[in-house]
């Protein structure tokens, strides 16, 4: 049996005897002799990198750090000595030189170790001058603040991170002055492999790294959810206990008996919902209509005038318009069936993620079918829950068995894979998040995956000699990636996640599989890469054409499609506003007031954009852009619109809006025969859908109103030469 060896040894006068081993710093501990420190924690394996914690050992030629000295026999130890504090002071000081003091830390809870010490010690303010900042802050993670000026390289984060929590995310890098913490290569911390766990930002001792909270956000409705109880979900392993106690109130728990509204579509959220017991259904409660009635009405006047123009109905380029509608995406887990748009969510479910995570409106009714215990969350909790390892596979084996299957067949062009080829898929695929800003592929890279957007909204830009111009906003339900499969091997565009972005990914080989063994999804693929080659080459072509500032700065080379009034033609009689409104049942989509630009009027109607702000956010897919010729395009409005109004906000022109109308539905809330409500829908121009060409445009008797492509229409202003005139109607 083999005996322990004691060491004795005597600290400030005190004779102490503690095991082979131990440290100074530990030794002093056990007999209550505080020894200052930064770098050092109990559960951390000390490093000795902030010297603060120095002491005098008799004979001894340096001050050594009393954290990772070892005791030995008859050793003599002073913490308190003169040159022991002055010595002391100066490290204090020197840290303090490349601190900012106050820290937000130190602002916001008055605990930063640092300057809590420093004020011990009555170090008053350093003599050495403050270096300048050269990382600053860093604001890319949600729950995490990260200003790097505040960091002193106490290496307490990496410990806490790699040691205690075993992700290994953060490093040192740099040397000298240039040192620092860093997360994987040196990325920001939101764009890392972090895993928002929160141990670095517990164990930092200083500003550097602080919890964001949940600022002026409250969950009104439940019962907070104490961290010890959080913790006994599996879901929950692995999140510290510290972040949970630091965000106490972000989780509340919620029961929600059979029949009750648990959030309504159009509503403003900032929540998202995990279902712990029981089912919901998913549903819409806005009936499936357009504004516009096509109910019969009498043929006289300019009404029946404009009916005699429908005898040559345009037709779409847009496969979409060709094909029957079968799903409606919304911000859950499951696609809604178009002609019965229900679904049931169960236990184990996420529903609402864009609306906590990118303040989007609820994108669907969600009702208990039966009793249900509900946790809601704030978006900070739910960034950490997306980080964690357990809560992410979770969530990930419930899409891939539930919702990848209906989620492919939604997309028009895998309607044809078989049940095994989606089996093969199934845990092929890659599930990804990113953050927005996030790069997902970059123009020029190989091209070796394929894209499906699940969650979220995909900026699309190309980079041309003059400069960046954005190509398309891909929603839920997009895809990506098929040019540079099917031809070049390389990305032709950049594609960046415009807000908290998931995505579908199909490895390059899994692409060539279903081209090679699904013809119909081939042609149809290849028909969807040359149609937005041909319209990315048509956009560089007619942005080249124009470059006045004044044209710039009102927003017109914005437009594909502007509705301009010649105000030396015109001769206000208002048979355009009169034949919109008569062509769309009474409800107007003209309003002839807008920008002057030389001596025409742009219009209040819609512009059909090139970059479509309205089409950013929306929650059902009920706005997008519709090709109706070879160059020509239009905004349209599904359906299905919800009337959350977040298009007619974002639209910077003022040209879409929400229009009221009285229908009757079912009494959703309880058994009972039909209630009228008030409901909204978006209206903008449709080009007059149906019509040989637009109503206004027909309409005017001095030819004072045409519709344009502004860039071509505008490009004698580069030359002198006179305005060319439209070629038919856009």
Aim: glycine share 8%.
């Amino acid at each position: 049996m083999s005996v322990e060896l004691q060491v004795q040894l005597t600290i400030d006068g005190q004779a102490v005897s503690v095991p082979s081993g131990e440290t100074i710093f530990d030794a002093a501990a056990s007999v209550g002799i505080r020894i200052p420190v930064l770098c050092h924690q109990p559960n951390m394996t000390p490093v000795g990198v902030c010297r603060v914690c120095v002491v005098e050992v008799q004979g001894a030629r340096v001050f050594p750090a009393a954290c990772v000295r070892p005791v030995e026999n008859g050793m003599v130890v002073s913490t308190t000595a003169d040159r022991v504090r002055r010595a002391r002071c100066t490290l204090l000081e020197l840290l303090l030189a490349d601190h900012p003091t106050p820290c937000v830390r130190h602002t916001q809870h008055g605990d930063c170790e640092l300057e809590v010490m420093a004020d011990q010690e009555g170090v008053r303010p350093p003599r050495f001058s403050r270096r300048p900042s050269w990382r600053g802050n860093d604001d890319s993670s949600l729950i995490i603040a990260v200003n790097h000026d505040a960091c002193i390289l106490c290496d307490r984060c990496i410990r806490g991170c790699n040691d205690i929590r075993k992700n290994f995310v953060i490093g040192r890098i740099g040397k000298g002055y240039a040192s620092g913490i860093a997360f994987d290569d040196d990325r920001r911390m939101g764009e890392s492999s972090c895993v928002a766990c929160g141990e670095c930002m517990v164990s930092c001792p200083t500003g550097a790294l602080t919890n964001k909270g949940a600022v002026g956000t409250l969950l009104g409705r439940g019962e907070s959810v104490a961290p010890d109880e959080l913790l006994k979900l599996p879901v929950f392993k692995g999140v510290s206990s510290s972040f949970l106690e630091m965000n106490r109130g972000a989780v509340v728990g919620r029961d929600v008996k059979r029949g009750e509204i648990i959030c309504r579509e159009g509503e403003a959220g900032s929540t998202a919902f995990y279902i712990v017991k029981g089912k919901v259904d998913v549903f819409l409660e806005t009936p499936m209509a357009h504004v516009k009635s096509h109910a019969s009405r009498p043929e006289g006047g300019i009404k029946g005038f404009f009916r005699k123009l429908t005898n040559l109905v345009g037709s779409s380029d847009d496969p979409r318009d060709q094909a029957p509608r079968r799903w409606i995406p919304i911000d859950g887990p499951v696609d809604l069936p178009y002609d019965n748009p229900i679904a049931r969510l169960e236990e184990g479910d996420l529903f609402g993620e864009m609306t906590c995570m990118s303040f989007y409106p609820r994108s669907a009714t969600v009702r208990a079918a039966e009793d249900v215990v509900l946790l809601e969350m704030l978006r900070n909790v739910l960034y950490i829950m997306q980080k964690n390892r357990h809560f992410k596979a979770e969530l990930d084996e419930a899409y891939r068995r539930r919702a990848l299957d209906t989620h492919l067949r939604s997309i028009d062009i895998f309607a044809g894979l078989t049940d095994e080829f989606l089996h093969h898929l199934r845990h092929r695929v890659d599930l990804l998040r990113f953050e927005p800003g996030q790069v997902i592929c970059q123009q020029g890279d190989p091209a070796d995956s394929f894209y499906l957007v699940r969650i979220g909204f995909v900026k699309v830009t190309q980079q041309f000699p003059g400069g960046e111009m954005t190509l398309a906003y891909l929603p839920r339900g997009s895809y990506f990636g098929e040019i540079g499969l099917l031809g070049g091997g390389a990305r032709v565009a950049t594609c960046t996640a415009l807000d908290h972005v998931e995505v579908v990914r199909i490895k390059g080989e899994d692409f060539a599989l279903i081209v090679e063994t699904f013809p119909d999804a081939r042609r149809t693929l290849e028909a969807v890469a040359k149609e937005r080659q041909e319209m990315n080459r048509e956009r560089l072509t007619t942005t080249s054409s124009v470059s006045l500032a004044d044209f710039l700065n009102q927003g017109m080379m914005e437009a594909t499609n502007l509705l301009l009034i010649d105000l030396e033609r015109c001769t206000r009689c208002d048979l355009c506003v009169r034949a919109c409104a008569a062509a769309h049942d009474g409800v107007t989509r003209l309003i002839r007031e807008g920008l002057r630009y030389d001596k025409y009027l742009v219009t209040t109607s819609c512009r059909q954009c090139r970059d479509p702000l309205c089409m950013v956010g929306w929650p059902v897919g009920s706005i997008r852009r519709r090709q109706t010729g070879k160059d020509a395009f239009e905004i349209v409005i599904e359906d299905w619109c919800i009337g959350c109004g977040l298009c007619a906000s974002n639209c910077p022109y003022g040209n879409i809006n929400m229009h009221p109308f009285t229908v009757k539905v079912g009494d959703l809330e309880g058994p009972g025969g039909k209630r009228a409500v008030v409901k909204r829908k978006a209206t903008t121009c449709d080009l007059s859908i149906g019509y040989k060409e637009p109503a206004c445009v027909y309409a005017c008797p001095h030819e004072a109103a045409i519709r344009v492509d502004p860039a071509k229409f505008f490009a004698h202003q580069r030359d002198g030469a006179p305005p060319r005139p439209p070629e038919g109607n856009l």
